[in-house]
C-alpha cells in the first residue's frame, strides 16, 4: 500500500520567514496530493491540493509543488503570521484507492 | 449545512465497556470514513464506507465495528474498550471516493482507563 513520509516534524520561524514542509510518497500511481491544516483542538480542514498533471499551484502565500519523478511534494508558506501555527498533514491517494494517506504531521511555530 | 457532525466532543470509558460515537453529514456525500489520531502518527484510516450499505475496513480496524444503513449517518462502535484506544477519532465525508477534498468533523477525544 501507499507510504507518505512527512518531514520534519516540527518547524519554528520568525514572523515573516518562509516555510517549507516536505512529502515522500511510494506508490507511482499516486495523483491526488492535498494538504490538511489542524489548528490546536480544532478538526483538519483542506489548504490546498494538487493533482499529478499540475507541477506547481498558488493560493496567495501557500503553494504546493510536486515532482512526480522523485515522488515528493512540498508545501510552502511565504511570509508567515503567528495564525499560520498549527500542525499540517500531507496525504496522497489515487484514482481509485478508498482511502486518504496522510503523512504523521508538522507542528509549525510562528514566532512573533 | 452544519456539514460532519460527531457527537459527543469527550468521552471516559472504563475498559471493557462498549461505546458508539455518532457521525452525521447533511452534504449528500457517498463516502464517508472513521481515523483516529495519535501523536506522532498523523491520521489512520479505521473503516470506511462508499455507500448505504457498503463498509470496509481500513488500516486499523481491530476493535471498532461500523455499518451504514443511511447516506447521512456513519457510527463506529467499540466493542469492549481497551486502553489502546484512547485516541482522538475524526470522522470524515467527501463527494467522490477519492480525489476529491474530505471535509472532517470536530473530532471525539476517548479515553480508557
Known amino acids: ?112 | 449545512n452544519a456539514g460532519v457532525t460527531q457527537t459527543p466532543k469527550f468521552q471516559v470509558l472504563k475498559t471493557g465497556q462498549s461505546m458508539t460515537l455518532q457521525c452525521a453529514q447533511d452534504m449528500n456525500h457517498e463516502y464517508m470514513s472513521w481515523y483516529r489520531q495519535d501523536p506522532g502518527m498523523g491520521l489512520r484510516l479505521i473503516h470506511y464506507s462508499v455507500g448505504a450499505g457498503i463498509t470496509d475496513q481500513g488500516e486499523v480496524p481491530n476493535g471498532y465495528n461500523v455499518s451504514r444503513s443511511t447516506t447521512e449517518d456513519f457510527p463506529l462502535r467499540l466493542l469492549s474498550a481497551a486502553p489502546s484506544q484512547t485516541s482522538v477519532y475524526f470522522c470524515a465525508s467527501s463527494y467522490g471516493v477519492t480525489n476529491t477534498e474530505a471535509f472532517f468533523g470536530q473530532g471525539t477525544r476517548l479515553t480508557v482507563v
Open chain 1, 1 to 112: 500500500g501507499e507510504n507518505v513520509e512527512q518531514h520534519p516534524s516540527t518547524l519554528s520561524v520568525q514572523e515573516g520567514d518562509s516555510a517549507v514542509i516536505k512529502c515522500t510518497y511510494s506508490d507511482s500511481a499516486s495523483n491526488y496530493f492535498p494538504w490538511y491544516k489542524q489548528e490546536l483542538g480544532k478538526r483538519p480542514q483542506l489548504i490546498i491540493d494538487i493533482r499529478s498533471n499540475v507541477g506547481e499551484k498558488k493560493d496567495q502565500r501557500i503553494a504546493v509543488t510536486l515532482n512526480k519523478t522523485a515522488k515528493h511534494f512540498s508545501l510552502h508558506i511565504t511570509e508567515t503570521q503567528p495564525e499560520d501555527s498549527a500542525v499540517y498533514f500531507c496525504a496522497a491517494s489515487k484514482t481509485g484507492r478508498r482511502a486518504l494517506t496522510f503523512g504523521s504531521g508538522t507542528r509549525l511555530q510562528v514566532q512573533p
